[in-house]
């Protein structure tokens, strides 16, 4: 029995032993969605990097730059950024609105079925994209790691071990996964970094210089363009990444988890911080990889890229360090995709089932039942689906989560606390038009179609050169929901003072206050 399998089992076993306390302490619909709001605001901000730190982040954004050079630190450059949008916009309003999920904070303010319902719709897809692109990765790891493992067989053992997760510990296990995992992640992380970079002698001018002449794309390596050769696409991958992630279901259900605005936003911060030490790193990661690994090999071993880091793990440290970050690869992967079971069960069980089948009226052991059911159907959605995108990089299949997210989410958030004239018709019209213009625009994308076979799902000319459709759709988010608010004549504003002041302050009760 080989390192890498002994430290996988490590792993599971010791995700599976949390699981089990967890699943004493989860006994309310508080507990099971929020963990009781009981974290505090560092382990919330841990909890929220280990959420945010995906298998897009670790495995797909090192090959991305190990295969396309600077390209692929645009992936880096906007997640990072992306949480000042967070942390300035979205952070302390939902919190102050919201109690378990983002639909709770637009009801603050309309408290309309529909609503509730077209937001439901949207977390659910927006987590069932994200998911796929975990269960991929999740794939392909296993695979290495295990060669009498097919793709297919490795992608079910991740399905059923995040059903149990959230099935069985809710919040508080997904949190304390997410937690340890990274923990772990950053140490492996920088171990590899710090070995890179004594390659080159403790010098970014001489990794630089390097980087000229290592790979198949020579001097070319280190400038835009070999990934992004469109200059609309590169801007449309960078709005749906900066823009995208104050609209992710799972990140978003984080700020419930802590007590009061002040710790979540201080989670933010704290989150940043780790997030951004980490995707600096990730720079040491694609270039070792491109240099002491190589193309061929990379490619040799998954054509997207996604292998690029437990392979330079192997070349630096031998089978132990490759061994301790594919362990920690998967763990980053059960940690995330149990995040977005959660998020995606929560948005049907809370959302959709108890607030408009049940009218409000379901009790908490039928709510948590719901959210259970829910959690392994949406299992075995994303698994189905993962089971048709093996040859798709994990980074691309993420940055179109981050896409649907920007265009169906944030507009509505936005503009239930800053715009006064906004109403229910806008917050509908806008969520449906964000989701279906991103689906429809991805639907008909070269990701999707392709004339030579084996490069995407499906062989023929797509319609459009886009492979993000974040500059389109995020735009026509945002005017769904203006026109929608100016073209109907139902007034929704006699609330926004209050909302406006809960909102900034937490204050719930205004005539108490007064």
Not at 252 to 272: C, E, G, N, Q
Not at 275 to 292: E, N, P, R, S
Request: hydrophobic letters at 55%; proline letters at 3%; a positive charge.
């Amino acid at each position: 029995m080989n390192t890498a399998f002994l430290l996988f089992l490590v792993i599971v076993l010791g995700t599976l032993v949390i699981t089990y306390y967890a699943s004493k302490k989860t006994k309310t619909t508080s507990e099971f969605y929020t963990a009781g709001g009981g974290l505090t605001g560092w382990q919330n901000g841990l909890a929220i990097a280990g959420d945010y730190m995906s298998a897009a982040s670790f495995l797909g954004i090192a090959g991305m730059v190990a295969l396309f050079g600077f390209d692929g630190f645009f992936y880096s450059i906007g997640f990072l950024v992306a949480y000042l949008v967070v942390l300035y916009l979205v952070a302390e309003p939902l919190r102050n609105l919201g109690k378990y999920t983002m639909a709770d904070m637009i009801a603050a303010r309309f408290d309309h079925k529909k609503i509730r319902g077209v937001a439901a719709i949207n977390s659910i897809v927006i987590s069932i994209f994200y998911m796929i692109a975990q269960l991929v990765g999740a794939g392909g790891l296993i695979a290495l790691l295990i060669p009498s493992l097919d793709y297919t067989t490795s992608v079910l053992i991740v399905g059923v071990l995040m059903t149990v997760y959230v099935v069985f510990g809710g919040m508080t296990a997904t949190s304390w996964v997410q937690i340890i995992k990274c923990v772990l992640l950053i140490a492996g992380t920088f171990i590899i970094s710090l070995i890179v970079f004594a390659k080159f002698d403790f010098s970014v001018g001489h990794m630089f210089e390097q980087m000229r002449s290592v790979t198949p794309l020579k001097e070319a390596f280190l400038n835009p363009g070999n990934k992004f050769s469109n200059g609309l696409d590169t801007i449309s991958l960078n709005l749906a990444l900066v823009l995208g992630t104050a609209g992710l279901p799972h990140i978003l259900i984080r700020f419930f988890t802590v007590k009061d605005a002040p710790t979540a936003r201080k989670s933010v911060v704290v989150a940043t911080w780790i997030i951004g030490l980490f995707y600096v790193m990730t720079v040491f990661l694609g270039f070792g990889a491109a240099a002491f690994v190589g193309h061929d090999a990379i490619v040799s071993a998954n054509a997207a890229g996604n292998m690029a880091a437990p392979l330079l793990a192997r070349v630096l440290g031998g089978e132990f360090l490759f061994a301790f970050v594919s362990a920690v690869a998967f763990a980053t992967i059960l940690a995330v995709v149990a995040g977005l079971v959660l998020s995606a069960a929560s948005a049907f069980a809370h959302d959709f089932y108890t607030h408009i089948i049940r009218r409000g009226k379901a009790h908490e052991k039928e709510q948590i039942k719901a959210a259970k059911l829910a959690s392994v159907g949406v299992a075995i959605i994303s698994i189905i689906l993962a089971l048709f995108a093996q040859k798709l990089n994990v980074a691309f299949l993420v940055a179109l989560a981050f896409a649907v997210a920007a265009s169906a989410n944030l507009p509505v958030l936005l503009f239930t606390v800053f715009w006064k004239r906004f109403n229910t018709a806008g917050a509908i019209t806008g969520m449906i038009v964000g989701v279906l213009s991103a689906l429809i625009l991805v639907a008909v994308s070269p990701n999707v179609w392709d004339p030579v076979a084996g490069k995407a799902i499906f062989v023929g000319t797509p319609l459009i050169s886009l492979t993000n459709p974040g500059i389109i759709s995020i735009p026509l988010g945002f005017l769904g929901a203006f026109l929608g608010t100016f073209l109907s004549s139902k007034q929704d504003d006699v609330k926004y003072d209050e909302i406006l002041v809960k909102a900034n302050t937490g204050i719930q009760d205004l005539a108490q206050a007064k």
